[in-house]
Every structure is written in C-alpha cells, then in structure tokens.
C-alpha cells in the first residue's frame, strides 16, 4: 500500500525556517518523481516544487524560488522542502504527492498533509 | 496563482447530473496538456478522480466522466449521492510558468 506521511510542520514567526518531511512507503521511491502542493485555510490548492527521481532536477512555482529548497533521501524514502524567510501567506497545509503520467504527469498519491502557520 | 477557471459551486438534487467547467488558455489546456481531476472530501487529503483527460483510476466510479476540448475541460457527474459532497480542481500543466496549475475549485452540494 503506497503512504506518504508529511511532518514538520508547526507554528513559526515570519522571517522564520522551517524543514518539511515527506515519508514514502509501499513503492520504489527512487523511481518517481515528487512534488511539494500547499493548501491556505479555505483556498484552493497550489503546486509548490518538484523533483527529479534522482535529484538532479528540481521546479518551483515563482512565490518561492530563492526561499524554498526541494530535496530527496532515495536511500531513506523521504521527501523535504525546506522553507526558509517565511512570510504569512506561506501559511497552508503542505501536501506531498507521487507524480505519475506517460506523457503530461498528475499526482496519484497524497499525504495526510501538514499544517504550516506564519504568524507573529 | 489560478489560472484554470472553475465555477464557485454547483448544486444538484440526488440522481441529477451536473458539470463543472475549467477554463484554461494556450499555454496549458489549449496547448495540449491533458487536465487532470481530483476530489476533495472535507477536511481530508485530495484524491485522484480522472486523469489524463477522461482516464478512471480503478476504484471510481463511472459516474464520473471527464473530457477535454479546446482551451476547457469537464467533470461531469451523474446520478449525484450525497457521497459526492465535495470540493472538485482541475489540474493541468503551464508552459509559461514552467509548473502544475490547479483550477479554482469548485464546491458540489447535494440538495
């Protein structure tokens, strides 16, 4: 059975960091690309970076170049998004997700996900 | 940053059917990227409901159809539940922003 299950999450002042865990289990984690999508409370969702099987190539939606950092433990099973100047509207529930597709790819597997708060 | 249009809400008696448009542009729907649907229970994760435009993953049911055409796609359902209270994105992908976009979402309510 294929789990994702996202930690890290907490309340964190603006200005501030914070690292995301991504568990993966009951697939080859090597094999797929992964992707970090957030959710504010009450809006829509949001595809926020992901990465290459191997690590080498790594996408961010523009909010977040230059302050998130996307990476992966194929030898642990894990996924991370480290966050870092942490602004309020970063506040979500932050999903990671399984890509999958033969062509244009789509996420089969979600996270429970896990809530991140900026606020002073 | 939503740049496949969704309607607000939708609404239907059990037993109807209703649609849910996304609207896109040329540089993700109209270029040729499939669209991809999910399902959103309250206070739960999303999970898959089509993909590759009109694609069922096992498990769903085939009340839900998906289809594709131009800059727009559609989710329809038929022979609404009261299961099928949820929130409902579309997903495609953007060659301008080089990265996944969602719809707006849209909220079905079961009269």
């Known amino acids: 059975e294929v789990q994702l299950v996202e930690s890290g999450g907490g309340l964190v002042q603006p200005g501030g960091s914070l690292r995301l865990s991504c568990a993966a289990s009951g697939f080859t984690f090597s094999s797929y690309w992964m992707s970090w999508v957030r959710q504010a409370p009450g809006k829509g969702l949001e595809w926020v970076a992901n990465?290459?099987?191997?690590?080498?190539?790594?996408y961010y939606v523009d909010s977040v170049k230059g302050r998130f950092t996307i990476s992966r433990d194929n030898a642990k099973n894990s996924l991370y998004l480290q966050m870092n100047s942490l602004r309020a509207e970063d506040t979500a529930v932050y999903y990671c997700?399984?890509?999958?597709?033969?062509?244009?790819?789509?996420?089969?597997?979600w996270g429970q996900g896990t809530l991140v708060t900026v606020s002073s | 940053q939503s740049v496949l249009t969704q309607p607000p809400s939708v609404s239907g008696a059990p037993g109807q059917r209703v649609t849910i448009s996304c609207t896109g542009s040329s540089s993700n729907i109209g270029a040729g990227y499939d669209v991809h649907w999910y399902q959103q229970l309250p206070g739960t994760a999303p999970k898959l409901l089509i993909y590759?435009?009109?694609n069922r993953p096992s498990g769903v049911p085939d009340r839900f159809s998906g289809s594709k055409s131009g800059t727009s796609a559609s989710l329809a359902i038929s022979g609404l539940q009261a299961e099928d209270e949820a929130d409902y994105y579309c997903q495609s992908y953007d060659s301008s922003l080089s990265g996944y976009v969602f719809g707006t979402g849209t909220k079905v309510t079961v009269l």
């Open positions: 997700a399984r890509e999958v597709g033969a062509l244009w790819y789509y996420f089969d597997y």
């Open positions: 990465i290459k099987q191997d690590g080498s190539e790594k």
């Open positions: 590759g435009n009109s």
